[in-house]
């Protein structure tokens, strides 16, 4: 399956109703491959837990499902099963679902929005800085935090570097 990252809103952990955060998730795109990590994690009761946190955590998505996960270091020709949360642009089929939208327009609502998981911007800079150390450019996560950044009017230190 290919997958592309798409863009969500968040009113529960980076936003609130007034002002929703903008997160991002997997949506469905034959030939396009997404970058990330993947975690493996150990023990029936350790499995279940994580899975009851993951299913309350990831309940507004359209499917769950089992993708092909290769790794890079070392080189991996075979590839891993893991399991993945996906989510529609069908508005019909997920509420949460923003859409493309002016940069101005995401960099204004990422600078505002805050929730209980923290600042929106937070969520966005990490997201950049997670990119980066598995060797992803992503351009468009670039700029926008480059765009969010001028509308904080400031540096922003997060991990101990000044972003």
């Keep these: ?25 997997l949506e469905r795109h034959e030939g396009e491959v997404t970058w990330g990590a993947a975690y493996r994690v150990s023990g029936k009761d350790e499995e279940q837990l994580v899975l009851s946190y993951l299913e309350m955590r990831e309940f507004e998505y359209d499917e769950r499902a089992f993708v092909d996960f290769y790794t890079e270091d070392p080189p991996c020709t075979q ?34 929005a805050v929730g209980p998981a923290g600042p929106n911007y937070e969520y966005l800079f990490r997201l950049e800085e997670s990119l980066y150390q598995i060797g992803c450019v992503d351009e468009h996560i670039i700029e926008l935090a480059e765009e969010v950044r001028k509308h904080l009017g400031h540096d922003v230190l997060l991990g101990g570097l000044l972003l």
């Design 1 to 25: 399956m290919g997958s592309t990252r798409r863009r969500e809103t968040s009113t529960d952990h980076r936003g609130t109703r007034e002002y929703p955060g903008r997160t991002v998730t």
């Design 79 to 112: 590839a891993i099963s893991v399991l993945v949360y996906i989510g529609s642009s069908n508005k019909s089929k997920n509420q949460y679902y923003l859409g493309p939208a002016p940069l101005e327009d995401m960099a204004s609502q990422i600078a505002k």
